[in-house]
């Protein structure tokens, strides 16, 4: 289902997100791995407003081997960022005996699994490879697809990508295979297709234009905890989108986006949110915007105050 769900997207996105030509086939021959040296252009991509060249969406189907294998799998990654958003976190991928992907750096992911959700398979990925807690908070509006033809089988990957958060801070020394790369240092073609793309997108989100409300209850006779997150975010269809994620500490939350026509919309949604949260006997943990924060976010922590459920950590 998410891979149709992935598919149709493709209605609503005014660029070209495929790639054409002949599935790439990956060589046998050994595979230098040698820096090689970024062009000026290239290097002032990352934060340039220069559009990235991308082939016709409905290229001619190219003929393909009868004998092998057709497999579709959808993979997500995450675009962990510190420092300001100075720095980002990749990971090597290992694959012995493949030398076009053996050795080449990514953002840290993997494929989604029967019965997840984009979010789901993220944390479960990032916990997995480099022992660290994230917690996703925007969908990148990109998608990136590869064809990859093996020696018995032709791969298309569909590859989505997830700004996300550290939960807590990363560890001093981090898993074999993991660094943090600081973004005017990275080579990109020493990484996998689609990283240049992701990471351009993410170092150019005006974050501070957000808002993110965090609220949190307790139960005193359980030592339960339970949180319930809204944040905004555009989406691929509609420019006023909210996401709300909820669940109990240490369990995987359950996500929900939504999205309104207008702003006004926007803004109600959230606001009823919030008197619904504080129903239920939650009180404000953080609340996050602009510098100049919108009429909802001071009729809200004004309610919060008056029902004396604001408590920023």
Not at 29 to 37: N, V
Not at 263 to 278: G, N, Y
Request: hydrophobic content about 35%.
């Amino acid at each position: 289902m998410i891979n149709s769900f992935f598919r149709n997207w493709r209605i609503f996105w005014t660029k070209a997100l495929t790639s054409s030509g002949r599935p790439k086939t990956i060589p046998v021959s050994p595979h230098s791995m040698t820096k090689r040296k970024t062009s000026e252009v290239e290097r002032s991509l990352l934060f340039s407003d220069l559009p990235v060249a991308e082939p016709a969406l409905n290229a001619t189907p190219q003929p393909e081997s009868p004998d092998k294998l057709h497999k579709s799998i959808t993979v997500v990654c995450a675009c962990i960022m510190r420092e300001g958003g100075q720095q980002v976190l990749l990971s090597m991928r290992k694959a012995p005996g493949v030398p076009g992907l053996d050795g080449k750096w990514e953002l840290p992911g993997g494929k989604i699994e029967f019965g997840e959700t984009p979010e789901q398979t993220i944390v479960r990925e990032i916990q997995e490879e480099l022992g660290i807690t994230v917690r996703p908070t925007q969908l990148l509006p990109y998608l990136h697809t590869n064809v990859w033809e093996y020696q018995h089988a032709i791969q298309h990957v569909v590859l989505a990508c997830y700004e996300c958060q550290l939960e807590n801070e990363a560890p001093n020394r981090l898993a074999e295979g993991a660094a943090w790369f600081h973004l005017n240092r990275i080579d990109f073609g020493s990484t996998l297709p689609g990283t240049r793309e992701f990471v351009s997108l993410a170092a150019n989100n005006k974050w501070f234009d957000r808002v993110y409300i965090e609220f949190e209850s307790s139960d005193p006779s359980t030592n339960v905890f339970k949180r319930f997150t809204v944040a905004t975010q555009p989406t691929l269809y509609s420019r006023y989108g909210l996401v709300k994620y909820w669940g109990r500490l240490g369990v995987s939350p359950r996500t929900k986006i939504e999205e309104f026509g207008s702003p006004s919309e926007l803004d109600q949604q959230i606001f009823e949110t919030a008197k619904r949260r504080f129903a239920d006997g939650y009180h404000i943990r953080v609340l996050k915007g602009p510098e100049h924060p919108p009429e909802v976010l001071i009729r809200i922590r004004e309610l919060a105050r008056q029902r004396n459920e604001y408590f920023p950590a």
